[in-house]
């Protein structure tokens, strides 16, 4: 189900992969092209006025919270500049992090050798993403992950995770999709190189000042994956 909770003020959605919510002045990239683009890839007919809130990565999926008004946009975009939205995600991790809890503090900033991603710059931008590792699923040499990034830079978790030697399953961008070349079990291999998106989901998004709690399901891809390396 795409629609995980409405209000009279705002809609939460379950995004699916491949939906850019990117916003530029080009008309196709505007912010109503962009909540037009998840209306459709939810299956939802279109609803005038819906103001997107945030924004996650084209291939992540999960929780999305559009407002209904001005007046609620202005209330629900300050919960989330000042972060009093508790952002929860899960990912697939190459690797066990040392600690199995903890967090990453790299400030980040653009890498100035490729323009598309984000890396730990001495000059960059504060940054902070907790990790929890839920289950290590040693024959692929993977962590389910729960991480909870306190401020949202752009590629925040992909870009902490795979600076930490931690690169999300499927993530060709920060060094991810390769990984499974050094599994052993064929049939493991087999099933990690079937991935073709980093597997990263906003799990939940709480905003306690308003009331709201909305949570989305596991994808099926990432529920599969995990459902195949837990038998392992």
């Given at each position: 189900?795409?629609?995980?909770?409405?209000?009279?003020?705002?809609?939460?959605?379950?995004?699916?992969?491949?939906?850019?919510?990117?916003?530029?002045?080009?008309?196709?990239?505007?912010?109503?092209?962009?909540?037009?683009?998840?209306?459709?890839?939810?299956?939802?007919?279109?609803?005038?006025?819906?103001?997107?809130?945030?924004?996650?990565?084209?291939?992540?999926?999960?929780?999305?919270?559009?407002?209904?008004?001005?007046?609620?946009?202005?209330?629900?975009?300050?919960?989330?500049?000042?972060?009093?939205?508790?952002?929860?995600?899960?990912?697939?991790?190459?690797?066990?992090?040392?600690?199995?809890?903890?967090?990453?503090?790299?400030?980040?900033?653009?890498?100035?050798?490729?323009?598309?991603?984000?890396?730990?710059?001495?000059?960059?931008?504060?940054?902070?993403?907790?990790?929890?590792?839920?289950?290590?699923?040693?024959?692929?040499?993977?962590?389910?992950?729960?991480?909870?990034?306190?401020?949202?830079?752009?590629?925040?978790?992909?870009?902490?995770?795979?600076?930490?030697?931690?690169?999300?399953?499927?993530?060709?961008?920060?060094?991810?999709?390769?990984?499974?070349?050094?599994?052993?079990?064929?049939r493991l291999r087999?099933?990690?190189?079937?991935?073709?998106?980093?597997?990263?989901?906003?799990?939940?998004v709480e905003i306690?000042?308003?009331?709201?709690?909305?949570?989305?399901?596991?994808?099926?891809?990432?529920?599969?994956?995990?459902?195949?390396?837990?038998?392992?």
């Amino acid at each position: 189900m795409a629609v995980l909770f409405e209000s009279a003020d705002v809609l939460a959605l379950d995004k699916p992969p491949g939906v850019s919510l990117a916003t530029s002045s080009r008309a196709d990239k505007s912010a109503s092209a962009a909540v037009e683009r998840l209306l459709s890839s939810c299956k939802e007919a279109a609803r005038p006025g819906l103001l997107l809130v945030h924004r996650l990565d084209l291939p992540t999926t999960g929780v999305v919270l559009l407002a209904r008004s001005d007046a609620a946009h202005r209330v629900l975009s300050r919960a989330f500049q000042s972060g009093a939205a508790r952002k929860t995600y899960r990912a697939l991790a190459w690797g066990h992090p040392v600690p199995a809890r903890g967090a990453w503090r790299d400030p980040l900033g653009r890498d100035p050798r490729d323009g598309r991603k984000t890396k730990p710059r001495a000059d960059g931008k504060h940054a902070v993403t907790n990790y929890e590792t839920l289950q290590r699923l040693r024959p692929a040499g993977v962590a389910d992950l729960e991480l909870s990034p306190e401020t949202g830079r752009t590629h925040q978790i992909r870009a902490h995770a795979a600076a930490h030697g931690h690169p999300l399953v499927g993530d060709d961008l920060y060094g991810g999709a390769t990984r499974w070349h050094g599994v052993r079990d064929p049939r493991l291999r087999r099933a990690l190189s079937e991935v073709k998106r980093p597997l990263l989901h906003a799990a939940r998004v709480e905003i306690p000042e308003l009331g709201l709690d909305v949570s989305a399901p596991l994808p099926e891809d990432y529920e599969e994956i995990l459902r195949f390396l837990q038998r392992r």
